[in-house]
């Protein structure tokens, strides 16, 4: 199920987040990398501002979180997290999918962005993003690489 995150998902978000960086990304950045991605979930105020004011979805199976994505002003992905368990299940597949769906509501040239984690690219690539450029990101004196991506999103196609 899908659903709308709303403020009293947040603890279950923050564990998500953390235990998917801690599993899964830190296969492809180190242990300074890790830590200084994780840290963010000690400001609480940015996610729950996330959460009112971006498109924030959840999936949920069982009452269970186990994924969550955003879109911010309606072209651009922010988030985008499977539990660690259950990665390639498809999950962030239809999570993108609706992140898609609603962009296409929003006026204007009809893609979708974002800011891929090494870990991400192959899943972007696969879903036809492309890369715009890869980034070097400074976080709590760290640097962190990720990709700018880009797709065309379709208005005439629809999903089965």
């Known amino acids: 199920m899908i659903r709308r995150a709303v403020p009293s998902d947040l603890d279950d978000l923050l564990t998500l987040f953390k235990n998917t960086i801690s599993f899964i990304n830190s296969r492809d950045y180190n242990p300074q990398q890790t830590e200084a991605w994780i840290s963010s979930i000690h400001?609480?105020?940015?996610w729950l501002d996330k959460i009112q004011k971006q498109y924030?979805?959840?999936?949920?199976?069982?009452?269970?979180?186990?994924g969550f994505a955003s879109l911010d002003q309606g072209r651009h992905i922010d988030l985008l997290y499977v539990h660690h368990k259950r990665q390639g299940e498809g999950i962030a597949?239809?999570?993108?999918?609706?992140?898609?769906?609603?962009?296409?509501?929003?006026?204007?040239?009809?893609?979708?962005?974002?800011?891929?984690?090494?870990?991400?690219?192959?899943?972007?690539?696969?879903?036809?993003?492309?890369?715009?450029?890869?980034?070097k990101v400074n976080l709590k004196g760290?640097?962190?690489?990720?990709?700018e991506m880009k797709k065309a999103l379709d208005l005439n196609q629809e999903h089965e």
């Open 56 to 66: 924030f979805i959840l999936y949920l199976e069982g009452g269970r979180v186990l």
């Open 43 to 46: 400001d609480r105020e940015r």
């Open 142 to 147: 760290v640097e962190l690489h990720n990709y």
């Open 93 to 135: 597949a239809l999570l993108l999918l609706e992140l898609e769906t609603e962009a296409k509501k929003y006026p204007g040239p009809p893609y979708l962005n974002t800011h891929a984690s090494i870990t991400a690219l192959p899943f972007f690539t696969s879903k036809g993003f492309t890369i715009v450029r890869e980034n």
